[in-house]
């Protein structure tokens, strides 16, 4: 499942700033069963090759949250994750795309603020697990699809 995230992450991040609000008050309903927070002194460092690409690509991107949930044994529902997407429409997300592969549906959103995209938020939901991705920053899509198909060609 990572291997489908971690592009995606990338991928949609666009031209972000500020994370959900809708994003946190799920978290205080519901503790995330583990976390990454990825900031841009982390992307820095995983940059250790100074690739002038990765740096050029990351360099607006402030904080990366990645909630993970175990759905067994949880008391949110199906509904619960509805209202989520409720709510973040609420809150001016537009869902830019829902990608369904295997078991994983993904649900894509941006928020834009005078024309510029300020915000974005990726939840990936299968039978066993949901991951909310929210991303404060910014990233040249271009830029990123020039890279993702150079590392592509190295794997």
């Known amino acids: 499942m990572l291997k489908i ?3 995606l992450l990338f991928f949609y991040s666009l031209n972000l700033a500020g994370q959900s609000k809708s ?25 250790s090759e100074n690739n002038p690409e990765f740096a050029d690509l990351t360099k607006d991107i402030e904080e990366i949250r990645v909630l993970n949930y175990t759905k067994a044994g949880r ?15 609420e809150e001016k997300y537009t ?26 938020v990726a939840l990936v939901e299968n ?12 990233l040249d899509i271009h830029k990123f699809m020039q890279l993702k198909s150079k590392l592509d060609t190295k794997l």
């Open 75 to 89: 008391k949110f529902t199906t509904d619960r994750i509805t209202a989520l997407k409720t709510s973040l429409k």
């Open 23 to 47: 994003i946190d008050q799920f978290r205080k309903e519901f503790k995330e069963d583990n976390n990454v927070f990825i900031y841009s002194s982390t992307l820095q460092m995983l940059n």
């Open 127 to 138: 039978p066993e697990t949901f991951v909310v991705i929210d991303v404060d920053g910014s």
């Open 5 to 7: 995230v971690f592009p």
């Open 95 to 120: 869902e830019l795309m829902i990608i369904n592969e295997k078991d994983n549906k993904i649900n894509l959103y941006s928020r834009e603020k005078r024309g510029k995209t300020v915000g974005f």
